[in-house]
């Protein structure tokens, strides 16, 4: 009924860039909350960064002042600009929505994951 689907993802040097963006499809009547996770291999996946419908946002302390979360609700994308990117900051990244669905069912569901890899 919901699908999410990443891209951005990929290989890039430290101190580099890189802007991921999902965007969300299906039977969907509105989408509450977006955001981002993200796994390294062995590890939990984490909170990264997280925007409501009414703008609110909030980051992991570790992405502080690098990444950048922001949406386009018409589009139904959220997008995540990475600056600055650190050999720690590899992992999948995950997008995630909680959204209303037409059938007035609410619900959440996960991107497949897109991999940032940062190396030199």
């Known amino acids: 009924q919901v699908q999410l689907v990443e891209s951005g993802g990929g290989l890039v040097q430290p101190g580099g860039s890189l802007r991921l963006s999902c965007v969300a499809s299906?039977?969907?009547?509105?989408?509450?909350?977006m955001g981002w996770y993200r796994q390294a291999p062995g590890k939990q996946r984490d909170l990264v960064a997280h925007?409501?419908?009414?703008?609110?946002?909030n980051y992991a302390d570790s992405v502080k002042g690098r990444f950048t979360i922001s949406r386009d609700t018409a589009k139904n994308e959220v997008y995540l600009q990475m600056n600055s990117l650190k050999p720690e900051d590899t992992a999948a990244y995950y997008c995630?929505?909680?959204?209303?669905?037409?059938?007035?069912?609410?619900?959440?569901?996960w991107g497949q994951g897109t991999q940032v890899v940062v190396s030199s």
């Open positions: 995630y929505a909680h959204v209303i669905l037409y059938s007035g069912t609410m619900m959440s569901d």
């Open positions: 925007i409501t419908s009414s703008g609110s946002i």
């Open positions: 299906g039977s969907i009547f509105t989408i509450n909350d």
